[in-house]
């Protein structure tokens, strides 16, 4: 799948989650070509901490990998929607997983992420859920 219109995620401030290399970088590739500046954590725990660190609103989405080491993605979700900034609440979170049954899904929303995106990732199913959950 080509990359789409280089702009098409202009001004998409990512904050992109992922604990395998790879994955990381296929995925920041996508993201920069399309307009999009990212912020890289490699955890549960530094995804927390950057979030907590930035300035308020910074974010327009995150997308996170649920399978990792030090807090896992349905683990980071809660701190982060707890945090007392007024963003916490309404900045969408992506779940980024192999694990496509309706269990999984459900376990996404229950632990507060806004979507549910299968691996390997479908660049213009990425594109659209950004465009539509952050626009």
Not at 34 to 51: C, H, L, P
Not at 59 to 67: E, Q, S
Not at 95 to 113: L, P, Q, V, Y
Request: aromatic share 6%.
């Amino acid at each position: 799948l080509a990359a789409p219109a280089s702009d098409s995620l202009a001004g998409a401030h990512v904050l992109l989650v992922e604990d395998n290399e790879i994955n990381m970088e296929i995925a920041e590739f996508y993201l920069v070509s399309a307009g999009a500046t990212v912020d890289k954590a490699w955890n549960g725990r530094e995804a927390v901490d950057a979030f907590a660190a930035s300035k308020v609103g910074s974010y327009t989405i995150v997308l996170m990998d649920l399978m990792m080491p030090e807090g896992d993605g349905l683990d980071a979700p809660r701190p982060i929607r707890q945090m007392d900034r007024p963003d916490a609440k309404t900045t969408p979170i992506v779940a980024m997983t192999a694990n496509a049954f309706d269990e999984d899904r459900e376990k996404t929303r229950a632990a507060g992420m806004d979507a549910h995106l299968t691996k390997p990732l479908d660049m213009r199913t990425l594109y659209e859920t950004i465009e539509s959950l952050a626009r």
